[in-house]
């Protein structure tokens, strides 16, 4: 891990949000709304994990532990997978405003819709863990999905774009 980004985990482990201890090093004085909802929201997505536990794909065990740089806490994967879920919901926003144009413009189209599709895939993968996912949907039973879909979409660009 480089000097750089030890600095980066190091200065993001002093905000509460993003470290996994109590509230007992952090003193205020007078709590405000937005240390309010921070807490509130720790405390929902804490107890949303333990309900859960089980449920979760990703592991937990020290053993199928991923790299040292794929390693988030469960609050960055939700946030990442919320951002990156986001995106791609706007880049089908954008897909299906665009889409009484297909005749005339095809690659705005075709651009949007596969950018969608791969931040979904994406945004899945930031939340199992990326080895992980892959391993999921490169397993013997969804291969060849996989492949049909991942084609589908080369494919699509190939003959839009070429």
Known sequence: MSSGEQ????????????????????????????????????????????????????????????????TLTRWQRLVGFGVLFAAGALCFLIAFV?????????????????????????????LHGPLAHLRHIFSRERLPFTIAYIGSMVATLYFALG
């Not at 200065?11 to 921070?38: D, E, G, M, Y």
């Open 98 to 126: 665009s889409l009484p144009l297909l005749a005339l413009r095809p690659r705005k189209f075709v651009i949007t819709y596969t950018m969608g599709s791969f931040l979904i895939i994406l945004s899945f993968a930031l």
């Open 7 to 70: 600095q980066f985990r190091e200065s993001l482990r002093s905000f509460r949000w993003a470290s996994s201890s109590n509230n007992a090093n952090i003193s205020t004085s007078k709590p405000t709304s937005f240390s309010r909802l921070a807490e509130n929201t720790s405390n929902f997505f804490g107890s949303i994990g333990n309900r859960v536990q089980g449920y979760l794909p990703v592991t937990a065990n020290s053993a199928e532990q991923e790299d040292d740089w794929f």
